[in-house]
């Protein structure tokens, strides 16, 4: 949850670090390809001037919202439809501005644990998932180009567009999300979400009117997510030419223009190096994913590589922010190419169970064993590999009738499928993310919507510690130190801000090194009790912060020290917002050392650092789960 008090933001504050195959869609019809407008210049506006956020919705804290599968756009009679859209009037609110920068609780929102959902067919439409939205669509009746150009005009499908994201999901859902565990959400994009600028010359160009509010409203989901300490990691879905020549990209035809193509990468690059301009600063994103589920050819690496380097050259915090990319489905490949590098590049793998005639040769109970055999032999292969930096960000509870059909109770055999896969995806990996959160009819489909599988195939609450934020912290002995020498002992976790509200920072206090944590402000000064002890009596929870002039004069001793003590604190420090767990273990170490530099840590002792801080971010989650559960 967010913090409503103004002690602890500040002290977080004052960080010196800134910072299967596919999911099911009709066939891919053939047709003819659009014409290619002249490239014309990108110039987006930009969100941070100024602007109020969009209306909130509410709703019960702690239930899911209500079904969406009441919604229809059109005007419905027993012949069929007669697309006469409904009236939608859509207040002109402006830009809406994101929240000052906190860089404190950007550290905890991208290396923590995930637990996540995505927010498929808000952004990027998919019929199977949407059908009402394709009703009067033209063409094919399959991508988001046909909801565009159909409806009978511009203005209609931008009504029909608008109202859907407006209502599809509100802060009802992220206040729901937030109450059951979840921490960070995946929002799939599209290029032309970007607005009618980023529309030029594309399929896109002709109906570059209907996106002239899109934007906004995506700024406005960030930024809802942000009042209910929720993390995005905004996804391009669809590129420019399109990736993968999946309907979920875009368009109908089936053809993948992007490789291979200048004119489209570099669209393409234009539209990554402003996502980076826009989200690098803005707390609550935890990164950006560069594609989504592209053709694994043979420049793909090159083309992340490229990607990366373009986005990191926006400057700044964009040095250290994460980049995450899917890996084509070739998980050994791609952890190679993440093991080679040392910034924050994050694999995504996605993994399904129901598109092939070898998914449904196999039992529900086989898929299990799968999962717990050698699906999670590879993926703790590739996560040891490449420092953890690696998530499941497309799993689902979906199997096929046939699976489902030899098994003498279906409904438990999916629940030990669900089940297993979130464990697995939990121990193995850095995070994981359900598609989807929800879709139309979404209570007769528990395989792929959230809202339904929840209690159902999936347990009840997701929080790292198996309890959610307590009301006050300092009711955990094992963070009630923390608290008092933070200086914010009425901090709760458990407010919910209305949406929309900030914090306000307090004057700075001294700081203290805590790896990555340097400069975290607090009132006093911290001593270590466990520096001058045998290493084999390191378990004293109770001991105080060392002050790292304090450390021992021996290299190897002092590295050892200095990164029990930081694993040790950070277990603590991520508890404190919202019961988090750190995740992305590998890179946080990595970049604790960098900021530490030879003078704390010298050349050659990192080893010993390494080990101790797993040491004692072992013993530091622990002692906490010991007192919350």
Known sequence: MISTTGNFSALLQALSLAQGSFKPSPAIVQGPSAPIPAISKIVAPSVNDSGNHLPAYGATYGAPPTDYSSFHPVA?????????????????????????????????????????????????????????????????????????????????????????????????????????????????????????????????????????????????????????????LVDLHGAPGSQNGQQHSGISDGGVGLFGNDYYEGKTMAVLTYLMQELVNVTNVVGIQVLNEPQNVDELPDFYARAITAMRQVGGNAASFPLYFHDGFDLKRFSDFVANRKDFVVQDHHSYFVFTASDASESATDHVGDVHGSIAHDLASASERQRRNLVVDEFSCALTDQSLSRESDPDGARWAFCEGQVDIYQNETAGWSFWSYDKEDCYDDPGWCFKAAVGKSLPNTFFSYGKGPLGDPSRIPALADMIAEMGSPSYNMSDIPSPGTTTSPSPSEPSVDVGIFQGIQRRSRFRSDHRSRPLHTRRSHGRKREDASQLPAEPDQRAIAKGYSDGFLTAKIFALYGMSKLGFTGQYISDSLAKLGGNVIEPGMEQYYEQWFMEGLSDGEALISSNVN
Request: charged letters at 15%.
């Open 76 to 232: 419905l009679n027993q012949q069929g439809p007669d697309c006469s859209v409904q009236p939608y009037q859509t207040p002109d609110l402006g830009m809406p501005a994101f929240a000052p920068y906190d860089p404190a609780k950007a550290v905890v929102f991208r290396y923590r644990q995930q637990q996540s959902v995505n927010l498929g067919s808000w952004f990027v439409h998919e019929q199977w998932m949407t059908p009402s939205l394709f009703t009067c669509a033209s063409g094919t009746r399959a991508s988001e180009a046909d909801i565009a150009y159909g409806w009978g005009s511009h203005d209609n499908a931008r009504a029909v567009l608008e109202r859907h994201w407006d209502t599809f999901i509100t802060a009802a859902d992220f206040q729901y999300l937030a109450s059951i565990g979840i921490n960070t959400v995946r929002l799939p994009i599209g290029y032309w979400n970007l607005g009618p600028d980023f529309c030029q010359g594309t399929v896109f160009e002709s109906v570059a009117s209907v996106y002239q509010n899109s934007w906004g409203r995506v700024v406005h989901a960030i930024n809802t997510a942000a009042d209910y300490g929720i993390g995005v």
